[in-house]
């Protein structure tokens, strides 16, 4: 089996781009004898003056100094020299890999020069204070010459053995001349691995609105059935806040935040609509994205706490299947949405699961629920309490699955604005081919759709595959909390909301104006 199709459904520039296939392989841990921190997993050291360093045996981290036989490259990769040691006061980030490069490439292909050009206005204050944008590539497109942000692609795929397909409608209209463009950038301290791009088109009535399922399956929705009650679980009623897409969104109270223990994390949202006579099933259409509660777990508990262990943890353990299926079976069943319909005297029935999607681009998602009561339909979401920003909840009466059409990558322009026919073939399929890119990295890819139809309408949603790795920073690596790598478990969960609960003030703002600039 392939260990790839294990896990996704359990859970998200200069001109120089690198092409790989990623290999995998059993590597010994020595044991730690000391207090600092060996990692055996190989290294790249991103520093603030856009050079980086290699530690391909791994290294050690004690104190402020980190050590190892390392080999420094240049801002434009022209020149190497030895380096033994050097401070995390020049470090914005240190990533694990271990990788096979196509046709004898070096490891090292991608210049990173638009590392320089950002370190003096963003790396410092990051590396120091890592609630930086991200995760995950973002996909804008141009809007009357403004870039508007389309979606985020696999947000929450963060090791190979995550990679995951993920099905974003886009709000976009073809131009006139049937190329329908997208600029894919790298706006985070992570390292992405583009598998694979395609653009999907449903053509529908004016009365239908086109959207993904829960599980990436195209849903033409019609008929709007309007909410008879909507209630969460302190009883407030949330309809006013769930009627309209208008960005007074809803987040959990407070009082539940507050009071979040192990064995009492969720919150959840209860809604009824009427019964279509003569229907067995009506469709759930939420438009919502994660909070930063999410970007707390991952960022802080899972990568920040464990400081450099974190390297190993993602360079190695997520790379075992075992330990990722526990991650991954773990985060199924804690995170996300569970959605419920009420059958009478049973209770709630689970229907679906909703995985998170991200904190940055809004999403909207179709769940079809079936009918159990005569009179009413009532639906129960339920999620970890202050999980998700809820811009709108509404029911369609009826649905049909369209066969999408298809439209291949076209074309990938690079930043300079030249055509780039390897990093088109490199993502045309979902093969062992990747695209990497890096942080500031940017490139624009081309669809062509041809002419529109001369009656009705047409979406287009962007389908796109792979994974990435985040930067482990500068401020985790030196004051680590704990000394070992991230347990799953109800306790860690329960911290994470509890420092939600008291940065979430000033988190989304610092969190959005810290994106990484582009070139």
């Not at 120089?16 to 997993?41: G, H, L, M, Q």
């Not at 434009?76 to 020299?81: A, C, Q, R, V």
């Not at 995760?135 to 010459?145: K, L, N, Q, R, V």
């Amino acid at each position: 089996m392939n260990r790839r199709l294990i896990l996704p459904l359990a859970f998200a520039v200069s001109a120089c781009f690198i092409y790989r296939n990623v290999k995998v392989e059993t590597i010994e841990r020595p044991a730690r004898a000391d207090d600092s921190v060996v990692v055996t997993t190989p290294v790249k050291v991103h520093l603030i003056d856009g050079s980086t360093i290699v530690f391909r045996r791994g290294m050690r981290v004690f104190g402020n100094v980190a050590s190892g036989e390392g080999m420094r490259y240049d801002l434009l990769l022209h020149d190497s020299t030895a380096v033994q040691q050097l401070t995390l006061d020049s470090v914005i980030g240190m990533e694990s890999f271990r990788t096979e490069m196509d046709g004898g490439k070096t490891f090292l292909v991608s210049t990173l020069a638009t590392v320089g050009t950002f370190a003096a206005v963003i790396g410092i204050a990051c590396a120091i204070d890592p609630k930086c944008f991200g995760s995950c590539p973002t996909y804008y497109s141009d809007s009357s010459g403004t870039l508007v942000l389309e979606a985020e692609g696999f947000s929450y795929s963060v090791a190979q053995l995550f990679e995951a397909r993920d099905v974003d409608r886009l709000r976009l209209r073809a131009p006139l001349d049937g190329v329908v463009r997208l600029e894919v950038r790298n706006e985070a301290f992570e390292t992405h691995y583009i598998n694979h791009l395609e653009l999907l088109e449903v053509r529908h009535s004016a009365a239908e609105t086109v959207l993904p399922d829960e599980l990436n399956r195209p849903i033409a929705v019609r008929g709007d059935v309007p909410l008879v009650t909507a209630r969460d679980r302190l009883g407030r009623d949330v309809r006013a806040v769930l009627s309209a897409g208008d960005g007074k969104v809803y987040h959990s109270d407070p009082r539940l935040v507050e009071r979040a223990r192990v064995g009492d994390l969720e919150d959840a949202i209860e809604f009824a609509v009427p019964a279509p006579p003569g229907s067995d099933s009506v469709v759930v259409v939420l438009r919502l994205r994660n909070s930063l509660l999410n970007t707390i777990l991952f960022y802080d508990i899972m990568l920040g706490d464990p400081g450099a262990r974190s390297l190993d943890w993602v360079g190695y353990d997520l790379r075992q299947v075992g330990p990722a299926v526990e991650l991954a079976q773990w985060y199924q069943k804690k995170m996300g949405m569970q959605i419920g319909v009420r059958g009478g005297a049973a209770g709630y029935r689970e229907i679906a699961h909703l995985k998170d999607t991200g904190p940055v681009a809004w999403k909207d998602v179709a769940i079809v629920v079936p009918v159990l009561e005569r009179d009413s339909v009532r639906v129960r979401l339920s999620f970890p309490a202050d999980n998700w920003r809820i811009d709108r909840v509404t029911v369609a009466a009826s649905f049909r699955r369209p066969v999408p059409a298809v439209h291949a990558l076209a074309e990938v322009i690079d930043a300079a604005g030249r055509p780039d026919t390897i990093a088109r073939a490199s993502m045309s399929g979902a093969d062992g081919r990747y695209l990497e890119t890096t942080a500031g990295q940017r490139f624009t890819v081309a669809f062509d759709v041809g002419p529109a139809p001369l009656e009705g309408e047409r979406t287009f949603l962007l389908a796109s595959q792979g994974y990435y790795t985040e930067w482990v920073r500068r401020g985790w690596l030196a004051a680590p909390r704990v000394t070992r790598t991230f347990v799953p478990s109800d306790t860690v969960l329960a911290e994470a909301i509890a420092r939600w609960r008291v940065t979430q003030d000033t988190l989304e703002a610092r969190f959005m104006a810290t994106r990484v600039p582009v070139r």
